[in-house]
């Protein structure tokens, strides 16, 4: 359901949080998904609450903002082929070493809750998040995010 339009880039180089946010951003943006003004929002929000989490198996980020930049709920997926530093949700002092991203583009409120939820239970799965990182097929990345009840 929120990977209806595909929007995922494989093995990524990305110089820092900024460059990889903005491509994610502007793929959603093309595809009509979310506001002229989202990247702008995303980039802002992450300054002031930072989403790199480092889960047991790696690093990984979730940057989003408010749904009145949304519009039609959408997850654009990131695997990174050398992780990049995002500040830590849990204590913006410390960096985290992220090779994962998700961005969130949620037209409803109360479903970004629910899917950072999710997330957060998915990220638990070491296993999952590992292929996620090898993954470069579509496909199988949707199934792994599915059985994670991540759709």
Known sequence: MFFDRDIMLFHQEAEDSTDIISRMAARLTEAGIVKQDFGKHVLEREATYPTGLQ????????PHTDSKYVNQSQIAFASL??????????DPDKEVEVSLVFMIAM??????????????????????ITKLLQ?????????????????
């Open 107 to 128: 037209s409803k409120p109360h479903d970004q809750m629910t899917l950072l939820s999710n997330l957060m239970m998915a990220f638990q799965n070491e296993s999952a």
């Open 135 to 151: 993954s470069d097929d579509i496909a199988e990345v949707k199934q792994i995010l599915k059985i994670n009840s991540i759709e």
């Open 81 to 90: 082929k050398n992780p990049i530093c995002f500040k830590d949700m849990t």
């Open 55 to 62: 889960t047991k198996a790696l690093g990984v980020a979730i």
